[in-house]
C-alpha cells in the first residue's frame, strides 16, 4: 500500500480535538477511545517491537505496535486470518446460503439510542426466525445452524444496522438420524415469510423492552416514552416493509472462507476508499447497490465524515459474529462430523483465503514463523497497564 495514501488516523488527527470541541452532541468515553486508538495505532505513542525468524534468524529489525482495537482499519486483517482459520476445520461440504435481515431506516435513532438491548434483541429475532421457520414442515422441517455478522453502516457510513447470515444449505432431521437437504436446489426459505416472521418477532421483543422499561428516549425521541404513543409507532413499523434478501448459494467451504474474509472482521469504512482530504472535506468512494452497484464519489465536512464514523462504534463487549442451531460454540464441531458421516464424505482440507492465513508472519525468505524478540513500551503505557491488572474487576 501507498504509504502516503490517506487513513481513517489522519483525518482524525486532524480534525477530531475540533469535532470535539464543536459537536454538540456528546461524544461517549468509548467513542473518545476509539478516536484515540485509531490516532495512535502504529505510532511511536504505542512503542514498537523488533521480529525475527525462527527458522534461518533473520532480523527484521524494529516495527510499531499496533493498537488492536476492532474499530480500527488497520488492526483487523490478523485477527480475520486467525479467525478464519479456527473455522476451517468446522465447515462442512454442503452449498452457503447468505441472509441479509435488514430494519426500517424508522429505527435508526431509537437503536442508536439502545444500541447494547437492540442489537441484542436484532441478533435474537434474527436467530429465532430462521430456526423457526425451518424446523417448519412445510418448509424444511429441520435443525438449521448458522453464523451471524452484524454491520451497522451503510456504504456512506449513514447508520444502516443489518445482519449478514451464512446458511449451510439443510439441516438435521428430527432425531439427528438424517440430513434433510432443501427441495430445490437454488431455494432455501421463501424471504417473505422470513421477513414477516422476522417482524413480528422484533416487534413484539419491543413491547417487551417498553414494558419492563429498559428503553431509553432522549432528545427527538422523548415523545415515544408515552405508552399510546409508542403504539403508534410500532403500529407504522408494520406499514414499512422488512427487507429479507437471500442471495443465490455459493458453492463449497473455499467460497464461504473468501465471504468471512470479506464480511467477519470489516469496519465502518477502509482506507482503501479514500480518496482524499483537503479544505477541511474528506472524499472517498461508494457503492450505489440502488442503481446497479455503480462506484461514486463521496465528499463530507470532515467533522461530519468523524460523526458518521463514530456511529458505528459499539458498546463494550457486545460481540457481533455469533454461531446458532448446530454451529453454536459449544458443539459446532462434533455436529461438523456428525454431518459428515450422514453425508459419508471425509473431512476435507479448505482452500485458504487470499493471501496466507499467517500473512505477516511467516519468513519470505524460508518460510518459517516469525516471533517477536523484544518489546519497547513507553513507560505511561506500560503504567497504565500494570495499574489496570492490579484494578478490582467492577464490571
Not at 514463523?369 to 513507553?378: F, H, L, R, S
Request: charged share 25%.
Amino acid at each position: 500500500m501507498n504509504p502516503l495514501a490517506l487513513e481513517v488516523a489522519d483525518i482524525l488527527r486532524a480534525w477530531a480535538g475540533r469535532y470535539v470541541e464543536r459537536s454538540r452532541a456528546r461524544v461517549s468515553w468509548p467513542q473518545h477511545k476509539v478516536m484515540r486508538a485509531i490516532e495512535r495505532c502504529r505510532t511511536a505513542a504505542l512503542g514498537r517491537h523488533r521480529d525475527r525468524c525462527t527458522g534461518c534468524g533473520k532480523d527484521f529489525g524494529f516495527s510499531f505496535n499496533s493498537c488492536r482495537n476492532r474499530h480500527c482499519p488497520k488492526c483487523q486483517t490478523q485477527s480475520r486470518n486467525r479467525w478464519v482459520a479456527a473455522r476451517t476445520r468446522e465447515l462442512v461440504p454442503l452449498e452457503y446460503f447468505h441472509v441479509v435481515f435488514t430494519v426500517p431506516h424508522q429505527l435508526s435513532e431509537l437503536m442508536l439510542q439502545n444500541k447494547r438491548a437492540l442489537y441484542n434483541l436484532l441478533f435474537r429475532c434474527v436467530a429465532a426466525t430462521l430456526s423457526e421457520v425451518a424446523a417448519n414442515p412445510k418448509r424444511l422441517g429441520a435443525e438449521i445452524g448458522f453464523l451471524c455478522v452484524l454491520h451497522t453502516w451503510g456504504q456512506t457510513l449513514i447508520h444502516h444496522p443489518h445482519i449478514h447470515c451464512v446458511v449451510p444449505a439443510g439441516g438435521f432431521a428430527p432425531g439427528r438420524t438424517r440430513w434433510v437437504r432443501p427441495k430445490c436446489r437454488g431455494f432455501f426459505l421463501p424471504k417473505d415469510v422470513l421477513s414477516e416472521v422476522f417482524r413480528g418477532k422484533f416487534t413484539d421483543g419491543l413491547k417487551g423492552l417498553f414494558r419492563r422499561k429498559q428503553l431509553a428516549f432522549h432528545g427527538s425521541l422523548a415523545w415515544l416514552a408515552e405508552s399510546r404513543s409508542f403504539a403508534r409507532f410500532l403500529h407504522t413499523l408494520h406499514q414499512h416493509k422488512w427487507v429479507v434478501y437471500v442471495k443465490k448459494p455459493f458453492g463449497g467451504p473455499e467460497h464461504v472462507l473468501h465471504y468471512l474474509a470479506r464480511y467477519t472482521h470489516r469496519v465502518a469504512i477502509s482506507n482503501h476508499r479514500l480518496i482524499g482530504m483537503e479544505d477541511g472535506k474528506v472524499a472517498f468512494r461508494w457503492r450505489d447497490y440502488a442503481h446497479g452497484g455503480k462506484k461514486r464519489k463521496m465528499t463530507l465536512a470532515a467533522e461530519e465524515f468523524i460523526r458518521r464514523f463514530l456511529l458505528h462504534v459499539l458498546p463494550k463487549g457486545l460481540v457481533r459474529i455469533r454461531h446458532y442451531g448446530w454451529m453454536a460454540n459449544r458443539c459446532r464441531r462434533q455436529q461438523a462430523a456428525l454431518i459428515r458421516a450422514l453425508l459419508d464424505v471425509e473431512a476435507a482440507e479448505p482452500a485458504p483465503v487470499s493471501g496466507d492465513q499467517d500473512h505477516g508472519r511467516r519468513c519470505p525468505i524460508c518460510g518459517g514463523a516469525i516471533e517477536v524478540v523484544e518489546m519497547i513500551v513507553p513507560r505511561e503505557l506500560a503504567r497504565w497497564r500494570t495499574s489496570r491488572r492490579r484494578a478490582p474487576d467492577t464490571s
